[in-house]
């Protein structure tokens, strides 16, 4: 059963900087992607960042690009998701999500599994 835990969420100042940590367990793929998406009150869901991580194909969303980095520690299937310069609108609840179809990273929402939320709070 694949598993994805999320942390790192929490509350910081606008400006400050959160890493998120998304640790996967119980698939054996051989290449896949894995990135992250947000979901904010009253908004749309959004695709953040992904990685695919055979080829280190990265994505990120035009609202954090210059500001959020993913990584991998592909020996531990864990992803990160450091992010720099935190706005008010960066507010959300963040998803991890994985799928043995690196291509989905341009949707990932749609990735087959993800794990459960975690809360980023960037206060004014």
């Known amino acids: 059963e694949v598993q994805l835990q999320a942390s790192g969420g929490g509350l910081v100042q606008a400006g400050g900087s959160v890493r998120l940590s998304c640790a996967a367990s119980?698939?054996?793929?051989?290449?896949?992607?894995i990135g992250w998406f947000r979901q904010a009150p009253g908004k749309e869901r959004e695709g953040v960042s992904c990685i695919s991580v055979s080829d280190g194909r990265t994505y990120y969303a035009d609202s954090v690009k210059g500001r959020f980095t993913i990584s991998t520690d592909n020996a531990n299937n864990t992803a990160y998701l450091q992010m720099n310069s935190l706005k008010p609108e960066d507010t959300a609840v963040y998803y991890c999500?994985?799928?043995?179809?690196?291509?989905?990273?341009?949707?990932?929402?749609?990735?087959?599994?993800r794990g459960q939320g975690t809360q980023v709070t960037v206060s004014s």
């Open positions: 999500a994985v799928d043995n179809i690196p291509d989905k990273c341009v949707v990932v929402w749609s990735m087959s599994y």
């Open positions: 119980g698939f054996t793929f051989v290449d896949y992607g």
